[in-house]
């Protein structure tokens, strides 16, 4: 059987964080600077306390064109309502949250303090991984809905990816 990958295997550690009296306009140049989506609001001991989205960023700058621009704080728009991970969840478990949700990223939580986060595309990198590691390459079994030339492209072994691994 394959190795079951958890989120700390899969997480990233080096993160963009924001604190909750922070201002948006610096909140939102660190999100640009850094080119993420979003960032884990922490408070001075590193607990959770909520996520800044894109979306909320926009939902600021929605509140500016009816009013003059805002002067707000990132604690005024964060999600506070967000899904925490620990670090021995496993690979499945975490795709199954983002099926079910739309969230682009879990914060991982350990004693109650944030130690990573895992992305949609941090699942992708582990679902690859565990695909490669497996001894028994499976048959796809759904075949009467897949195309012969597909079909045969997915019985053969595994293709090879755009940076030359297999």
């Given at each position: 059987?394959?190795?079951?990958?958890?989120?700390?295997?899969?997480?990233?550690?080096?993160?963009?964080?924001?604190?909750?009296?922070?201002?948006?306009?610096?909140?939102?140049?660190?999100?640009?600077?850094?080119?993420v989506?979003?960032?884990?609001?922490?408070?001075?001991?590193?607990?959770?306390?909520?996520?800044?989205?894109?979306?909320?960023c926009?939902?600021?700058?929605?509140?500016?064109?009816?009013?003059?621009?805002?002067?707000?704080?990132?604690?005024?728009?964060?999600?506070?309502?967000?899904?925490?991970?620990?670090?021995?969840?496993?690979?499945?478990?975490?795709?199954?949250?983002?099926?079910?949700?739309?969230?682009?990223?879990?914060?991982?939580?350990?004693?109650?303090?944030?130690?990573?986060?895992?992305?949609?595309?941090?699942?992708?990198?582990?679902s690859?991984?565990?695909?490669?590691?497996?001894?028994?390459?499976?048959?796809?079994?759904?075949?009467?809905?897949?195309?012969?030339?597909?079909?045969?492209?997915?019985?053969?072994?595994?293709?090879?990816?755009?940076?030359?691994?297999?």
């Amino acid at each position: 059987m394959a190795h079951i990958v958890t989120a700390d295997q899969i997480m990233s550690k080096k993160l963009v964080t924001l604190r909750p009296d922070m201002d948006m306009i610096a909140a939102m140049y660190l999100l640009l600077k850094h080119r993420v989506s979003g960032a884990t609001v922490v408070d001075q001991e590193d607990r959770v306390l909520g996520v800044l989205s894109e979306k909320d960023c926009l939902r600021m700058f929605a509140n500016g064109a009816y009013n003059e621009l805002p002067s707000a704080h990132v604690s005024d728009y964060m999600s506070r309502t967000l899904t925490t991970i620990a670090p021995d969840t496993d690979l499945f478990t975490i795709a199954g949250i983002f099926l079910k949700s739309a969230f682009r990223r879990l914060p991982v939580v350990k004693d109650g303090k944030l130690v990573g986060q895992v992305s949609r595309r941090d699942v992708l990198d582990g679902s690859r991984a565990v695909w490669l590691s497996s001894p028994v390459k499976k048959k796809w079994t759904d075949s009467k809905y897949i195309p012969d030339e597909i079909q045969a492209r997915l019985d053969s072994d595994i293709p090879e990816i755009a940076d030359g691994t297999r």
